[in-house]
């Protein structure tokens, strides 16, 4: 058996993994030079051997795929963790910078009003039958015709609380409020509750140590290394024929018969293939699901002349932190995550435009005095080969988009985070290449 799989991030290399180790022909094709997609760790932009990861950034303890990836290769974690709460350690509101002992004072009821909101989204994932098919849940299309903002507006949320819920909105899904499905949430959540029950641990989110890259590069040499694997950097799939007993691939260099395709990019690289037979439904839902449009900004100081922990602000750098913390050194490294409109706006400016408008942030909101040493910005959004950071069912999608896109068409399989429980992680994208490549084992 022969399968070609294109895409070398997570999700691909995972595809590989399981199906070269079952004995099958690989073909690994990336469009680009390197392998690891969305995973990506900088360091030759900073000083004194730090780091920042312009992509994925976080490993959660309900992430059992990533923590045996990461066991496998002797790779651990940095320190205890995070544990997220709605509300972050501080807050800058206009020109005023509060910590999370003043937020109490300075808007009576927030903490409650925040509360409230949460546990309201909270008791539609209690009654999620099973995360992995949200359309079965009891209030589905009700829930799916709603979005994070209608729960916003009835929960009547005053301006800070109103802040905090875009602005997780604007984090953990990388759009507004208003373009988030209630049942997508619900469903996360779920998702996230069915491992903390089934496994006892705590909820906290961990850094790679040494860098993510180290995940996918480690499980990438081990794979290109077998004899039955042929990597193929640089080369772009453009179109795909699929048959009755095989499929022909054919890259601006040459046509290769497979028995299998995986399609583990971005569903806007999928996109942008000439793909035959495509199911209409399926087709449309490659061109329209939605993907956050988040923008991280990292700025490298001489001096860590900032709050410690993750803060909110009204500014253009919506969410603030200290990617570094971990690493040591006099130096640091301070990451601004924006997402939504905010990361839209700023991706459609220049690399260089984008330091200057977020280190002048910094500094204004920490009263920094010094002038940044080393940078970057990567805007997920402007970056033609994935269009966006991770996937987010709209308001609609998840009823009408989550079958189609997780059904094998023929020959071809869907991978990505885009099709996983664990939507929007680099654990989704590792579930999906090893659930495509059992679906092909079995056949």
């Avoid at 070398?8 to 073909?27: F, I, K, M, T, Y």
């Avoid at 988040?294 to 002349?305: D, G």
Wanted: aromatic share 6%.
């Amino acid at each position: 058996m022969r399968v070609v799989i294109v895409g070398a991030g997570l999700s691909g290399l995972s595809a590989a993994d399981s199906l070269s180790g079952a004995g099958v022909e690989v073909e690994l094709m990336e469009a680009g030079h390197r392998v690891g997609g969305r995973t990506r760790t900088v360091r030759d932009r900073f000083a004194h051997g730090q780091y920042a990861e312009s992509g994925a950034e976080w490993v959660d303890t309900t992430h059992w795929r990533m923590k045996e990836l990461m066991d496998r290769y002797g790779l651990g974690v940095h320190g205890e963790g995070m544990k997220w709460s709605a509300i972050r350690r501080w807050l800058f509101w206009g020109d005023r910078l509060l910590d999370e002992r003043e937020l109490p004072e300075w808007e009576r009821g927030l903490g409650e009003s925040v509360d409230a909101y949460e546990e309201s989204v909270d008791r539609h994932a209690e009654a999620m039958i099973d995360a992995s098919r949200p359309q079965d849940h009891p209030q589905a299309e009700e829930l799916d015709s709603l979005s994070l903002a209608d729960m916003m507006r009835r929960a009547g949320l005053s301006p800070a609380a109103s802040l905090f819920a875009r602005r997780n909105s604007q984090g953990e899904f990388g759009t507004e409020p208003e373009r988030v499905s209630l049942l997508f949430v619900a469903q996360q959540r779920a998702q996230e509750n069915e491992v903390l029950a089934r496994t006892g641990v705590q909820l906290r989110a961990h850094r790679v140590a040494g860098g993510v890259s180290a995940v996918a590069e480690s499980l990438a040499a081990e794979v290109i290394a077998r004899p039955n694997v042929r990597f193929r950097p640089s080369t772009e799939v453009r179109r795909i024929t699929p048959g009755a007993e095989s499929a022909l691939v054919t890259t601006g260099t040459d046509d290769v018969t497979a028995d299998f395709v995986v399609l583990a990019t971005p569903l806007r690289a999928v996109g942008r293939m000439e793909i035959e037979g495509l199911p209409p439904l399926l087709r449309e839902a490659i061109d329209r699901l939605g993907y956050g449009t988040i923008t991280k900004t990292a700025v490298q100081f001489p001096c860590r002349q900032w709050r410690p922990g993750y803060g909110t602000t009204t500014s253009v750098s919506q969410r603030l932190y200290d990617c570094s913390v971990e690493q040591g050194g006099a130096t640091g490294v301070l990451m601004s995550y924006c997402g939504g409109d905010g990361g839209d706006t700023l991706g459609g400016s220049t690399e260089k435009e984008r330091v200057e408008i977020i280190a002048t942030d910094m500094r204004k909101v920490h009263g920094i005095g010094v002038g940044p040493i080393g940078a970057f910005s990567r805007s997920w959004t402007s970056s033609g080969r994935y269009g966006g950071a991770y996937a987010v069912y709209e308001p609609g999608q998840v009823t009408r988009y989550w079958e189609v896109l997780r059904q094998p068409v023929g020959r071809l399989q869907l991978a990505g985070e885009h099709v996983a429980t664990c939507t929007g992680y680099m654990e989704g994208a590792v579930e999906s290449g090893r659930a495509a490549a059992e679906r092909i084992l079995a056949r």
